[in-house]
């Protein structure tokens, strides 16, 4: 499978277009939507969540709520756009270049994107490097995550910690309306009644705040992804994908960088025969080994940054003048944590669902469960 999106973040809409997904896909709204309006939710949320609720049409590809084989068009309207026409019109001159934007934002795209492409207005940077562009992805990986769960695979997201507060209670498949019903999707109201605390003092301060999440799937078969050649390594696949989301700076497989400081003896996952079939009593591996998956749990765990606009700028420079200035403010959050938890999961969730097909291909899903019921079965008694 691929995508691709295209859409800035004040223009008229997000658009994506899927190739390859198998005919015979159960799809509709219902599928989409809720992703989208996850994605939006979060305590330390700014007011761009307020005049936005997304909402995914589906324009080609499905017909009477199932795909037909054929590329499948999602659209997402900016509802903001009515209040850009002018300074996002693609008409030459006027509006536009009456309202540049010279004072470069450290820690964006700004600066680096402008001397890149040589753009002096850099509004022309920072419209498409907007994470604003997830809203779009989360619609696509939302369709990956529907083909995952008629395969019997199943996702889940939390907040392991949020500028500096820990997660103090352990994941757990059990606790996943509590994380649902948390605003800051966790499942310890301790650790949240924290984190509500340090949000209040970041915004007062003008600041933002970063965090871990951590990214769950259970029911994967074995197999997936390669050995053989570097760029077919599934967590090397995942990696690149979660670091590609806006405000993405760290990846880690399990318990990576704590399995760094420990002997092999304390890492690796003693395999076991049991009952007919593998098994292992531990997971340190975090469900990947060799770049395959091993049928355990997946667990993905990624850092975030704190977001880089500030209603209390950093010092910078006017990229026109070359004078000292205050960063550029646009509208934004205190802290997305919560929501990267959920994008996450559909980046995720895309990159496991493209393997599947690799693995295990048909052009439609009975043909795709069929391999893979076939597969699951030579596992166990292998």
Not at 68 to 81: F, S
Not at 259 to 282: F, I, K, L, Q
Not at 314 to 339: F, G, Q
């Amino acid at each position: 499978m691929r995508y691709l999106t295209a859409g800035e973040s004040h223009g008229p809409q997000l658009t994506a277009i899927i190739e390859g997904l198998p005919a015979q896909l159960p799809l509709g709204k219902a599928d989409i939507d809720p992703w989208l309006r996850r994605r939006q939710g979060g305590y330390g949320r700014g007011r761009r969540m307020v005049i936005e609720t997304d909402e995914a049409q589906l324009l080609s590809g499905v017909r009477a709520g199932r795909t037909t084989g054929a590329p499948v068009t999602l659209v997402i309207e900016n509802r903001d756009h009515r209040n850009w026409v002018d300074i996002m019109s693609p008409e030459p001159g006027g509006e536009p270049r009456k309202k540049a934007l010279t004072d470069a934002r450290p820690g964006h795209a700004d600066l680096t994107g402008g001397i890149k492409y040589r753009h002096k207005d850099l509004r022309d940077v920072l419209e498409r490097a907007s994470a604003r562009e997830t809203a779009a992805r989360v619609a696509v990986g939302a369709v990956a995550l529907k083909l995952l769960a008629e395969l019997g695979v199943e996702g889940a997201n939390y907040v392991a910690s949020l500028g500096g507060i820990e997660t103090q209670q352990p994941f757990s498949w059990d606790a996943l309306e509590a994380i649902e019903a948390s605003d800051l999707r966790t499942p310890d109201p301790d650790a949240a009644a924290q984190m509500r605390e340090r949000i209040d003092r970041a915004k007062k301060d003008g600041d933002t705040l970063g965090g871990i999440l951590e990214v769950r799937f259970r029911g994967l078969p074995v197999g997936l992804g390669s050995y053989v050649h570097w760029d077919r390594k599934l967590d090397g696949r995942i990696a690149q994908a979660c670091l590609s989301v806006q405000a993405m700076k760290g990846v880690e497989i399990g318990r990576a960088f704590e399995n760094a400081a420990r002997p092999g003896s304390g890492v690796h996952d003693p395999v076991y025969y049991r009952e007919g079939t593998y098994a292992r009593d531990t997971n340190a591996a975090g469900g990947l080994e060799a770049g395959m998956t091993n049928g355990e749990e997946l667990i993905v765990r990624v850092a975030m940054k704190p977001i880089a606009t500030l209603m209390k700028p950093l010092p910078t420079v006017n990229v026109v003048t070359h004078e000292a200035a205050d960063a550029a403010r646009e509208r934004s959050d205190t802290t997305a944590v919560p929501a990267a938890g959920v994008i996450l999961q559909c980046v995720v969730g895309w990159v496991l669902a493209d393997a599947m097909l690799e693995k295990f291909g048909g052009d439609t899903l009975p043909e795709l469960q069929e391999r893979l019921q076939a597969a699951r079965a030579y596992a166990r008694g292998y």
